[in-house]
């Protein structure tokens, strides 16, 4: 099945900026998404359809797309900002939805 | 406020069946695809599958065709996940959410989660 890489991990000192991929060979093709899911809480729709960011989303998380990669960007990370990702996409036939494994970002 | 509220916790015995709920409010259930993702402990958000609550059109990941099963009730704006026997490795965190195909595309809001435990 389908499947979504991304890196385990990511550390930054705040006020730096965080980049976090996720690599898929429909990506293309597909749109992709970003979640935001901190402990305890429901994850959170952060970037959609590559590079829209949804109402109440701060200025500072952005996406972009490059071939088979696409790109979670937080620039002037906060400490708020420590939190699991999620990238999110569709196989190539539209079939069902698969989410990335997650990238743990620590803001040291 | 568009509120997507999920039942509450359950403990179950492997072999046991069981459906959670997510009753939605604030708009029309109909017009809206609702998702399930599931969250084992410690581990990452895996999509399930997506039902269409206007006529039902269900689709399922490969991983979870015939595991289990994704319903609605139009009547009463509820969306259901069932297991007929349930395994101890069903233990996780099952999250519902409205995944706006026609719209964002991504899942935009979320209920906060029932939590299944499977154990003898």
Known sequence: SYE??????VSVSPGQTARITCSGDALPKQYS????Q???QAPVL???????????IPA??????????VTLTISGVQAEDEADYYCQSVDSNATYRVF???TKLTVL | EVQLVQSGAEVKEPGDSLRISCKVSGYTFINYWIGWVRQMP????????IIYPGDSDTRYSPSFQGQVTISADKSIST?????????ASDTAMYYCARQDLAGSGGMDVWGKGTTVTVSS
């Open chain 1, 4 to 9: 979504l890489t991304q890196p385990p991990s």
């Open chain 1, 33 to 36: 998404y970003w979640y935001q």
């Open chain 1, 38 to 40: 901190t402990p305890g």
């Open chain 1, 46 to 56: 952060v970037i959609y359809k590559d590079t829209e960011r949804p109402s109440g």
């Open chain 1, 60 to 69: 500072r998380f952005s996406g972009s797309s490059s071939g088979t990669t």
């Open chain 1, 100 to 102: 990335g494994g997650g």
């Open chain 2, 42 to 49: 410690g581990k990452g958000l895996e999509w399930m599958g």
């Open chain 2, 79 to 87: 969306a259901y996940l069932q297991w007929s026997s349930l395994k």
